[in-house]
């Protein structure tokens, strides 16, 4: 099983700054998400294959990495990306999620 | 509009079954991949079973396998988990999600149904 692990498992950002999210793998993989979870509803895609945007989300959400090192970056932060945060394995079943990082208000 | 309920979570005493179901609209359901995913109360996301198009392939969780099957029926546009042997520790949220725009990936879930696992 790839256990992913993320870091850290809270972040303290104020609105309009940028929060740098780190997603580590036990193993290399090349298909890699990051979910958001808001308080209260399912997950939501925002990146997959590391770096692609799923439809529909804003630009200031990018992801980078590889192998086994994984970043998931929001500029100027929003009220609304105030959230949890789950990076994703789909290379080997089963299927991994990391813990997840809270995004807190600063 | 894609739009995916589930339904069938409630209280259910250890070692019992329960069966969730969910409705798929808005899309050609027999075309994508389906998968539950579970989050027990204050906890993160846990995959826990897929299904190919044709229900052919089916993959899951240990924790689960032997336990809980997943099913589908094309002709209705419904997705099933039928859970056997509960134990407390399954006890979660259950989302139904459709597959996404990459392996794996999921672009679509339900609202999710609550799954009790107490005496």
């Known amino acids: 099983e790839i256990v992913m692990t993320q870091s850290p498992a809270t972040l303290s950002v104020s609105p309009g700054e940028k929060a740098t999210l780190s997603c580590r793998a036990s193993?290399?993989?090349?298909?890699l998400a990051w979910y958001q979870q808001r308080p209260g509803q399912p997950p939501r895609l925002l990146i997959y294959g590391a770096s692609t945007r799923a439809t529909g989300i804003p630009a200031r959400f990018s992801g980078s990495g590889s192998g086994t090192e994984f970043t998931l970056s929001i500029s100027s932060l929003q009220s609304e990306d105030f959230a949890v945060y789950y990076c994703?394995?789909?290379?080997?079943?089963?299927?991994?999620f990391g813990q997840g990082t809270k995004l807190e208000i600063k | 509009e894609v739009q995916l309920v589930e339904s069938g979570g409630g209280l259910v005493q250890p070692g019992g079954p329960l069966r969730l179901s969910c409705a798929a609209s808005?899309?050609?359901?027999?075309?994508?991949?389906m998968s539950w995913v579970r989050q027990a109360p204050g906890k993160g996301l846990e995959w826990v079973a897929s299904?190919?198009?044709?229900?052919?392939?089916?993959y899951y969780v240990d924790s689960v396998k032997g336990r809980f099957t997943i099913s589908r029926d094309n002709t209705k546009n419904s997705l099933s988990l039928q859970m056997n042997s509960l134990r407390a520790e399954d006890t979660a949220v259950y989302y139904c999600?459709?597959?996404?725009?990459?392996?794996?990936?999921?672009?679509?879930w339900g609202q999710g149904t609550l799954v009790t696992v107490s005496s």
């Open positions: 999600a459709r597959a996404g725009p990459a392996p794996g990936t999921r672009d679509y």
């Open positions: 808005g899309f050609i359901f027999a075309n994508y991949w």
């Open positions: 994703h394995q789909s290379n080997n079943w089963p299927y991994t």
């Open positions: 299904i190919k198009e044709d229900g052919r392939d089916k």
């Open positions: 193993q290399s993989v090349t298909n």
